[in-house]
């Protein structure tokens, strides 16, 4: 399949990424979301990427502005439906999941791929929602998608063949390494980095150690790039604590039972980076 087209959905912390590296790799690519001050955001946050990039001297001038050229942005789901490809990156609720890929089956052309970057949800249930399974799989990137190097691909039961050839050849142009994993609860990397994370929280609750001393132990021990605490943050305790208790539902061990202290930081509003306290304070960033 030729794809030259994709539109991402959700302009948040993972779909303007996502966008990014899709505009990067010479894909005509438009950004969704429902008001079009998050679009504007989300190129805001692409654009401030692209000038640090270069300032390091790792994006050139000429990269910046073909980059940008390649980007659009709409809040017409409509208008989105229009590509080879669409990846999802809307709030992990199957429900809505379910609703935006039906709304996108009936719009989108008969060849076009509908993919999710969900990081734990069932691909076969949001494939139930349209009348193309073989072309529904997981995409499912990793923050921040212009820097980390991984894609990893999921794939259910009625996933064709071809499908997953044209994502592991858009993952090849966006210089990302990509990995195939069966349609399971958490698939591979959210099974083991939420077990890791959660541990952690425990050990935090337990009085252990400190969340910087149980980040060093795995960054310095382990040669782990990012503690499993600082990276909680940057993902979201929120988002954390919805996989975790997703992960618990589905698989039904004890290793995914969110820790109270997990449950509370996100009752008393402290999510991470995002809202600038969780294990780590983030107030000056």
Same mark, same amino acid.
């Given at each position: 399949?030729?794809?030259?087209r994709?539109?991402?959905?959700?302009?948040?912390?993972?779909?303007?990424?996502?966008?990014?590296?899709?505009a990067?790799?010479?894909?005509?690519?438009?950004?969704?979301d429902?008001?079009? +001050? #998050?679009?504007?955001?989300?190129?805001?946050?692409? +654009?401030?990427?692209?000038?640090?990039?270069?300032?390091?001297?790792k994006?050139?001038?000429?990269? *910046?502005?073909?980059?940008?050229?390649?980007?659009?942005?709409?809040?017409?789901?409509?208008?989105?439906?229009?590509?080879?490809?669409?990846?999802?990156?809307?709030?992990?609720?199957?429900?809505?999941?379910?609703?935006?890929?039906?709304?996108?089956?009936?719009?989108?052309?008969d060849?076009?791929i509908?993919?999710?970057?969900?990081?734990?949800?069932?691909?076969a249930?949001?494939?139930?929602?349209?009348?193309r399974?073989?072309?529904?799989?997981?995409?499912?990137?990793?923050?921040?998608?212009h820097?980390?190097?991984?894609l990893?691909?999921?794939?259910?039961?009625?996933?064709?063949?071809?499908?997953?050839?044209?994502?592991?050849?858009?993952?090849?142009?966006?210089?990302? +390494?990509?990995?195939?994993? *069966?349609?399971?609860?958490?698939?591979?990397?959210?099974?083991?980095?939420?077990?890791?994370?959660?541990?952690?929280m425990?050990?935090?609750?337990?009085?252990?150690?400190?969340?910087?001393?149980?980040?060093?132990?795995?960054? #310095?021990? =382990? *040669?782990?790039?990012?503690?499993?605490?600082?990276?909680?943050?940057?993902?979201?305790?929120?988002?954390?604590?919805?996989?975790?208790? =997703?992960?618990?539902?589905?698989?039904?061990?004890?290793?995914?039972?969110?820790?109270?202290?997990?449950?509370?930081?996100?009752?008393?509003?402290?999510?991470?980076?995002?809202?600038? *306290?969780?294990?780590?304070?983030?107030?000056?960033?």
């Amino acid at each position: 399949m030729d794809i030259q087209r994709i539109s991402v959905l959700g302009a948040g912390t993972m779909g303007h990424g996502i966008a990014q590296v899709a505009a990067q790799a010479g894909y005509r690519t438009t950004l969704y979301d429902i008001e079009a +001050t #998050l679009t504007q955001a989300g190129l805001d946050r692409i +654009t401030a990427n692209l000038d640090k990039g270069v300032a390091r001297g790792k994006v050139t001038e000429d990269q *910046r502005l073909n980059t940008l050229g390649n980007l659009s942005a709409t809040t017409d789901l409509e208008d989105a439906a229009q590509a080879e490809l669409v990846i999802e990156a809307i709030p992990e609720r199957l429900d809505l999941k379910r609703e935006v890929f039906g709304t996108l089956d009936a719009h989108a052309p008969d060849d076009c791929i509908l993919a999710s970057n969900t990081s734990s949800l069932s691909i076969a249930e949001i494939a139930a929602a349209t009348r193309r399974p073989a072309q529904i799989l997981g995409m499912h990137f990793f923050n921040p998608v212009h820097i980390m190097a991984l894609l990893e691909i999921v794939v259910h039961e009625g996933t064709a063949d071809a499908t997953l050839a044209a994502a592991r050849d858009v993952a090849e142009k966006m210089n990302k +390494t990509s990995i195939v994993v *069966r349609d399971v609860p958490g698939f591979a990397t959210s099974r083991l980095g939420i077990v890791l994370g959660l541990e952690a929280m425990r050990m935090v609750e337990q009085g252990v150690a400190s969340a910087e001393d149980i980040d060093t132990a795995m960054e #310095l021990g =382990y *040669r782990h790039p990012m503690g499993p605490l600082k990276l909680t943050d940057l993902v979201g305790l929120d988002v954390r604590l919805g996989i975790a208790e =997703y992960l618990h539902e589905q698989l039904g061990s004890d290793a995914f039972e969110p820790p109270t202290l997990l449950r509370k930081m996100v009752e008393d509003g402290k999510l991470g980076k995002k809202s600038g *306290r969780g294990f780590y304070d983030w107030s000056e960033d």
